[in-house]
């Protein structure tokens, strides 16, 4: 089996579903990884920008990542992105890779970039489309300081469906996520450590395991 995982920005593949990647890797599938944007000088220096690479570089090969493709659209800037270019650029790697299941950030997510990349997603991905890109399933997945960051509107609520026990991934996520020095935050913050627990925690009592993942389905053809 295939995977992608589409992020906006690198961290939020391991915030999502890192721990739903490690367990993809263990039963044998192949896991290939979608980088939308990248800092990008005048915003950031060209120090943090290095950094910033390097640390993809060692998250793609804790995850064993078959392959890692960055499109290199601004950061905090898709807005400003035509979006008919973000759909192709997407569309191309999607056919290349033929994934059969697809994981995306969640659309009602507070961070613009999240919104931009989801649109995106679902034009290529239209259930027309699915069956010649090898498309089977397209799930979404909830971000820690972006999902529930989103205001309290009805069609911007996160509503999972899908349930992954990942009780023996969670601390290998963890530590993947350290890996991440530009974007980690120490306790009691979202991206600290025991917010990850915490919620994994939660979502693995919905299902009655220690810890778990949620997604929600968003397209499947089969």
């Not at 994934?99 to 970039?113: C, I």
Request: charged share 20%.
């Amino acid at each position: 089996m295939k995977i992608l995982a589409i992020s906006p920005h690198p961290d939020d593949e391991t915030l999502g579903c890192g721990g739903t990647l490690l367990r993809h890797k263990s039963e044998g599938h192949e896991i290939h990884w979608l980088i939308i944007t990248e800092a990008q000088v005048p915003q950031w220096t060209s120090d943090y920008i290095e950094r910033k690479a390097q640390e993809v570089q060692a998250v793609g090969k804790a995850f064993g990542m078959a392959s890692i493709v960055k499109l290199g659209f601004p950061t905090i800037r898709l807005d400003t992105v035509p979006q008919a270019e973000l759909i192709d650029r997407m569309r191309q790697v999607i056919a290349a890779v033929q994934p059969d299941v697809v994981y995306l950030v969640h659309s009602g997510d507070v961070h613009s970039d999240h919104l931009a990349v989801f649109t995106a997603a679902m034009s290529v991905l239209k259930t027309f489309y699915m069956k010649a890109l090898g498309v089977k399933r397209v799930l979404s997945c909830e971000t820690l300081s972006s999902t529930e960051a989103a205001p309290p509107q009805p069609h911007r609520t996160f509503i999972p469906n899908i349930y992954v026990d990942v009780s023996n991934h969670i601390e290998r996520k963890i530590e993947i996520m350290a890996m991440y020095s530009t974007e980690v935050q120490d306790d009691p913050f979202p991206r600290g450590p025991s917010a990850i627990r915490a919620l994994a925690r939660y979502r693995g009592a919905s299902i009655g395991v220690d810890y778990a993942e949620a997604f929600m389905l968003i397209r499947e053809v089969s």
